[in-house]
Structure formats: C-alpha cells, structure tokens
C-alpha cells in the first residue's frame, strides 16, 4: 500500500512543480525537460507522469492547442 501511496505523491509533487514552472512563464515542454535536466532523469520517466496526471495532461493540450502544436478539434453543430 505505501508503493502505491508514493507513486500517487510522486505524481502530485510532479504536477505542482510543472505547473509552477508554467506560471512563472515556461511553457509546459519547457518545463517538462528542465525538470528531467534537474533531476537526471530521461524524458521518458517524465511522459509516463504526465499520463497518470489528468490535470497535467489536460493542461497540456489545451497550452499545445493555444501554440497551435496540435489540431484544434472543433465542436459540431447542435443541429445538424
């Protein structure tokens, strides 16, 4: 149970401290490898917690979407 307690906290200590970075001004890719690059860790480690942080990947791509770093979906029409 604590195995599964630290991953949890780990998670959370990740999304906060990405979402820091972000308010501070860094996008969140930029943040993501400055975070790896800190804590000497691949790139890889970091998009696996991103994948378990609903907020985080949220975020994500509503930022990606704003920088036009991935398709924009369009809502269809109430009527068709």
């Not at 969140?28 to 917690?49: K, P």
Request: glycine share 4%.
């Amino acid at each position: 149970m604590s195995d599964f307690v630290s991953k949890k906290q780990q998670i959370e200590d990740f999304t906060t401290t990405i979402e820091a970075m972000c308010r501070e001004g860094m996008e969140y890719t930029e943040a993501i490898v400055t975070w790896c690059e800190e804590h000497g860790v691949d790139v890889e480690f970091a998009a696996a917690l991103v994948k378990k942080s609903p907020t985080l990947l949220s975020n994500m791509e509503i930022s990606a979407a704003g920088l036009r770093q991935i398709k924009q979906v369009k809502e269809l029409p109430d009527e068709l």
